[in-house]
C-alpha cells in the first residue's frame, strides 16, 4: 500500500481545501471533527491501525477542514453550509460521484446536510461521536469558560481538552494529543469553531435521510454525551444505534469494542462480527480477562475494577476490549450473562 499524498482543492469562496486518499475499493470519505491534520492525525499508533483497517476493504479520502492543518487557514466565513461545500469540493476533485460518509463528532452535521442534500452521492451514512445540534453537547457558561481557556493559554487549553476527549489516555499519549491539537489550529480558529459548534442544529433534515444510517457513541463519552448520539438514532429512519461501552470521544485513538470491524460490517451490509459469528465458549479469555469479567458482571465500573485487580483504568479498558472480541455480545448485560454461562458468577435468584 502506497502511503498517501496531500493533494489541493478549490473551495469555497477559492480557499484551498487539502485532501488525501489511501486504499483501494468502494469509496469512503472521513469527514473531519473539530481539529484535523491530514498526516499528524495518523502518527498515533491507535489511529495508524484503523486506517490501516478501512483502507484494506475501502478507498479512504479525508481532508482538513477550512482553518486547520493544511488547508487554508484565512479568508473564510465559517458556517454549516461552508461545511457542506468543502465536502462537496473535495468529493468531486477526488472524483468520488458516490461514497459512504463517516461523520465524526463536528463532522456530523455537514455529513447528514450533503446525504439529505444529494442522496444519490451518498451509499451509506455512519455517524460517530457525533450529534445533531450543538447545545446539547454542553451549556453555554461552560462554553465560554473552554473558550477562555483556549484563547488565553492554548498549552493549557490543549491540555485540558485531552483529558476530556481521551480521559485514559497516560502521560506520553496526553502529550501526543495536546500536540496534535497546537498544530492542527491556532488558538484563536479553536475558540472560533467551538462558536461554530454550538449553532449547528440539523434535527429537521434528520427525517428526511433516505440511505442506511449507523450510529456509533460512546456510552461514557465525556466530550459529546451520549444523549446527543441517541437523538440522531431517533430522528434519522431505520438508523441502527450502537452504543459502546467506553468513555474516549476521539474513535481512532482507541479502538474501544471493535469499532472499526463495526463500521466496516456496516458499509458492507452485513450483520455485526458480533452475531454472524457463533458464542465462543470463553476458553481464550486470560486469567486476567476472567477476573475483569467477574468484575463486570458483578456491575463494578472500570475504575473500581482497576482498583480492585491493582492494575490501571487503561489496562481495563484494553481487557474489556479484548473481552468483547472474544466474547460477542452487545452491552455489559450481554456479558453479565456470559459471566453466568462461564461459571464466573452466580445467576440472579
Not at 473539530?34 to 483497517?53: M, Y
Not at 480558529?189 to 433534515?205: E, G, N, Q, S, V
Not at 462461564?342 to 440472579?348: D, I, T
Amino acid at each position: 500500500m502506497h502511503e498517501s499524498s496531500v493533494q489541493l482543492c478549490e473551495g469555497p469562496g477559492g480557499a484551498r481545501v487539502a485532501f488525501a486518499s489511501l486504499g483501494q475499493g468502494p469509496p469512503l470519505v472521513l469527514v473531519p471533527g473539530w481539529l484535523c491534520h491530514l498526516h499528524e492525525l495518523w502518527t498515533h499508533p491507535a489511529a495508524a491501525s484503523a486506517r490501516r483497517k478501512l483502507t484494506a476493504a475501502h478507498r479512504l479520502t479525508w481532508y482538513d477542514r477550512l482553518g486547520c492543518g493544511l488547508s487554508d487557514r484565512q479568508g473564510f466565513e465559517l458556517s454549516l453550509e461552508n461545511d457542506v461545500q468543502q465536502l462537496t469540493a473535495v468529493m468531486d476533485a477526488a472524483g468520488i460521484d458516490r461514497a459512504s460518509l463517516i461523520g465524526y463528532s463536528f463532522g456530523g452535521p455537514p455529513a447528514a446536510v450533503f446525504a439529505a442534500r444529494y442522496p444519490e452521492r451518498v451509499q451509506r451514512l455512519v455517524f460517530c461521536s457525533a450529534f445533531a445540534r450543538g447545545s446539547a453537547i454542553t451549556t453555554e457558561e461552560r462554553l465560554e469558560a473552554l473558550k477562555h481557556v483556549v484563547r488565553m493559554n492554548w498549552n493549557v487549553g490543549s491540555r485540558t481538552l485531552a483529558a476530556m476527549l481521551v480521559p485514559n489516555g497516560g502521560a506520553r499519549e496526553m502529550q501526543w494529543y495536546g500536540r496534535f491539537q497546537r498544530m492542527a489550529a491556532s488558538s484563536a480558529m479553536a475558540a472560533r469553531l467551538l462558536d461554530h459548534l454550538w449553532t449547528m442544529d440539523i434535527r429537521d433534515l434528520l427525517p428526511t435521510l433516505s440511505m442506511p444510517v449507523l450510529v456509533v457513541h460512546n456510552r461514557g463519552d465525556r466530550a459529546v454525551p451520549l444523549s446527543a448520539g441517541q437523538e440522531i438514532a431517533a430522528l434519522a429512519p431505520g438508523a441502527r444505534m450502537e452504543i459502546l461501552d467506553g468513555n474516549e470521544h476521539d474513535p481512532f485513538l482507541r479502538d474501544s469494542g471493535s469499532l472499526v470491524e463495526l463500521i466496516l460490517d456496516f458499509l458492507a451490509g452485513r450483520q455485526p462480527a458480533t452475531q454472524r459469528h457463533p458464542s465462543m465458549p470463553g476458553g481464550e479469555l486470560s486469567t486476567r480477562e476472567r477476573e475483569v469479567l467477574q468484575h463486570l458482571a458483578g456491575g463494578a465500573s472500570n475504575k473500581a475494577i482497576a482498583t480492585a485487580l491493582g492494575i490501571s483504568v487503561g489496562t481495563v479498558e484494553r481487557h474489556v476490549s479484548n473481552i468483547y472480541g472474544k466474547l460477542p455480545a452487545h452491552g455489559r448485560a450481554d456479558l453479565a450473562l456470559r459471566a453466568v454461562k462461564l461459571g464466573l458468577v452466580s445467576p440472579a435468584p
